[in-house]
């Protein structure tokens, strides 16, 4: 599995390009504000085609880019339901407006807890997290030990639960789970340096 990343917007927002092999299939997780032309480079480059935009959830530093980065693609569009307000309203969720304008989006696909995004000789299951936002989601690949959190886990960090739709109980039980996989699981934030599910036990273990 290669995974790249885009750091873009004044929020330092992290997208990722997922991809098995050259030539091959792959997925967008977020899309950060000025992310497109490099997620398409990498694309052109490594001759890939991107199946799915996966937003983590609403909140527009993580979707500024969906509509560009569908329009450049033909990618489907994947969120879960509960968030699909933030898609279309992305100034509905934060007391953050936006830098510049973001434009509205609609989920192709509605994404729920347990749903499966095959891609190429790997499936990523869908674990709904709620509690930063209604609608967080983690995208965890049990063969490659590779979890991707958006804003519910960073290193040494939590999600913030004082935005509209913030729910402290809903994401310390969405912790709970997370803390359920294996140490040595890599964790890829919405922000910041990579981390694993060991290095932050010990904070899982305090929700």
């Known amino acids: 599995m290669v995974i790249s990343a885009f ?3 004044p929020l330092e927002t992290i997208g990722y390009l ?5 030539g091959g299939s ?9 992310s497109t032309r490099r997620f398409v480079s990498e694309l052109v480059a490594q001759e890939l085609q991107l199946l799915y935009i996966v937003n983590t959830h609403g909140h527009w530093d993580h979707i500024a ?7 450049a ?10 968030d699909a307000t933030r898609l279309v309203n992305p100034s509905l969720a934060t007391d953050d407006e936006p830098a510049l304008p973001v434009p509205p989006s609609r989920a192709d696909r509605s994404l729920q807890d347990g749903a499966m995004l095959e891609l ?6 869908v674990i709904h997290t709620p509690g930063h936002t209604p609608g967080s989601i983690c995208l965890y690949q049990e063969a490659a030990q590779v979890l991707f959190t958006g804003d519910t886990l960073y ?7 004082n935005f509209p739709g913030g729910d402290a109980v809903a994401l310390n039980k969405s912790l709970k789970r997370l803390a359920e996989l294996p140490d040595h699981t890599r964790v890829y934030p919405g922000h ?3 981390t694993t599910i060991g290095r932050e036990r010990w904070l899982l273990e305090l929700q």
């Open 7 to 9: 750091v873009g917007g």
């Open 18 to 22: 997922v991809y098995d092999r050259k």
């Open 26 to 34: 792959a997925l967008a997780v977020d899309t950060p504000l000025g």
């Open 73 to 82: 693609t033909n990618a489907s569009l994947c969120a879960h339901s509960w």
């Open 192 to 194: 910041g340096l990579s």
């Open 65 to 71: 880019g969906n509509v560009a980065l569908r329009e």
């Open 155 to 161: 290193r040494t960090a939590v999600g913030r639960t």
């Open 120 to 125: 190429g000789e790997f499936a990523f299951q």
